[in-house]
């Protein structure tokens, strides 16, 4: 018991107080991020139908300005995967260098661009790209955000 009250000591110095913001920061972003795990997952289905729609200003109350075809409908749903085949190699390789907790910190920016692409997105490109990066961060997550609970 004296040996991890040292080591806690040694971490924070003697007489200081730790700072838990990056710790809370980081639990936020964890549960963040197996939110938006979930809505990546979820958003090409009910995306992609209405993105193949034909549909003309009088029919619905929203039509999308990008029309895409089936076989782009197939590329920008499974654009998700290969964004997470190399998210997660990354993330291992980021947990050596930067910790879980900084791991974790850094998956926000790439959630942000990933949505916003999706988002804002004026073509095919933007949406695809959009899937790739928020495909990526899931595969970062999956990894970072499992590990920063051990």
């Given at each position: 018991?004296?040996?991890?009250?040292?080591?806690?000591?040694?971490?924070?110095?003697?007489?200081?107080?730790?700072?838990?913001?990056?710790?809370?920061?980081?639990?936020?972003?964890?549960?963040?991020?197996?939110?938006?795990?979930?809505?990546?997952?979820?958003?090409?289905?009910?995306?992609?139908?209405?993105?193949?729609?034909?549909?003309?200003?009088?029919?619905?109350?929203?039509?999308?300005?990008?029309?895409?075809?089936?076989?782009?409908?197939?590329?920008?749903?499974?654009?998700?995967?290969?964004?997470?085949?190399i998210g997660g190699p990354v993330a291992g390789?980021?947990?050596?260098?930067?910790?879980?907790?900084?791991?974790?910190?850094?998956?926000?920016?790439?959630y942000l661009l990933g949505w916003s692409l999706?988002?804002?997105?004026?073509?095919?490109?933007?949406?695809?790209?959009?899937?790739?990066?928020?495909?990526?961060?899931?595969?970062?997550?999956?990894?970072?955000?499992s590990n920063l609970h051990c």
């Amino acid at each position: 018991m004296e040996h991890a009250s040292n080591s806690n000591t040694n971490l924070v110095g003697v007489g200081a107080t730790p700072r838990h913001l990056t710790q809370y920061i980081a639990g936020i972003s964890a549960a963040m991020g197996a939110m938006s795990m979930g809505a990546v997952t979820g958003f090409a289905s009910p995306a992609s139908a209405e993105l193949s729609s034909n549909c003309t200003s009088n029919e619905t109350a929203w039509c999308s300005p990008i029309h895409i075809t089936d076989e782009q409908t197939g590329m920008f749903v499974s654009t998700v995967s290969l964004g997470a085949l190399i998210g997660g190699p990354v993330a291992g390789m980021l947990m050596n260098v930067i910790g879980r907790r900084g791991t974790m910190l850094f998956s926000l920016l790439p959630y942000l661009l990933g949505w916003s692409l999706l988002g804002f997105a004026q073509n095919f490109g933007m949406l695809v790209a959009g899937q790739f990066v928020a495909g990526a961060v899931r595969g970062y997550d999956v990894l970072g955000g499992s590990n920063l609970h051990c």
